[in-house]
């Protein structure tokens, strides 16, 4: 079974520019999450889609970050413009539906603002 | 968000069982306990959860006081594959929000 993909694994950007990071979760899980982990700490969610509705995102910067989920399945995160403590690890993790259930997460993005 | 405290980082030697605790004292009746390890450089893993009773897996076991205000993950033969960062976890009504601490960094030591 394919795991949940992420691209890119790398992203150098300066501050003020713009940015995206794509995930697709493995087949036939309804919910997505977005996770934001900065060095020396747990992952943040951000965001939690059940399809291609949001759930909670009472954690996401929506001044500067936004979120997708298109068809209920890929989803693009994307943060303009972007600032020097945006610089982290975003993760994205899937999961059947209607808890609890295990969270399968992928390599991440490792976003680096300069 | 319901929190949970967590040594900052353990040590254990190769082979021997380890005992990580966690603290949930403001647990409510429907949080689900969740533990994750973490790699280096990977993204989180799924170890075991539970709700009331001692759960185990071919990875760990998990036991849960009786007052479920604290938990404790036991890993019964450490290897040096399982340094990791361990994350305990509640969900909050049995749903799948995690609200991650800082975890215990375990070290295994050869």
């Known amino acids: 079974e394919a795991g949940v993909a992420q691209s890119p694994r790398y992203k150098i950007i300066e501050k003020r520019q713009s940015v995206a990071f794509w995930c697709n979760p493995i087949?036939?899980?309804?919910?997505l999450y977005w996770y934001q982990q900065i060095l020396g700490q747990g992952p943040k969610l951000l965001i939690q889609?059940?399809?291609?509705?949001?759930?909670?995102d009472s954690q996401l910067p929506k001044d500067r970050f936004s979120a997708e989920r298109l068809k209920g399945v890929d989803s693009t995160l994307k943060i303009q413009p972007a600032k020097l403590e945006d610089s982290a690890v975003y993760l994205c993790?899937?999961?059947?539906?209607?808890?609890?259930?295990?969270?399968?997460f992928g390599p991440g993005t490792r976003l680096t603002v300069t | 968000d319901a929190k949970t405290t967590q040594p900052n980082s353990m040590e254990s030697n190769e082979e021997e069982p380890v005992h990580l605790p966690c603290n949930h004292s403001?647990?409510?009746?429907?949080?689900?306990i969740h533990w994750y390890r973490q790699l280096p450089s990977q993204g989180p893993e799924y170890v075991i959860h539970?709700?009331?009773s001692n759960v185990n897996n071919r990875m760990a076991s998990l036991a849960i006081a009786e007052d479920r205000k604290s938990s404790t993950l036991i890993l019964h033969r450490a290897t040096l594959r399982d340094a990791a960062v361990y994350y305990c976890?509640?969900?909050?009504?049995?749903?799948?929000?995690?609200?991650f601490g800082t975890g215990t960094s375990l070290t295994v030591i050869p």
């Open positions: 993790a899937s999961s059947l539906t209607g808890g609890p259930y295990e969270q399968y």
């Open positions: 087949s036939g899980h309804a919910t």
């Open positions: 889609f059940q399809n291609n509705g949001v759930v909670d």
């Open positions: 403001t647990i409510s009746g429907t949080d689900y």
């Open positions: 539970g709700l009331t």
């Open positions: 976890i509640l969900s909050p009504d049995g749903g799948n929000q995690f609200y």
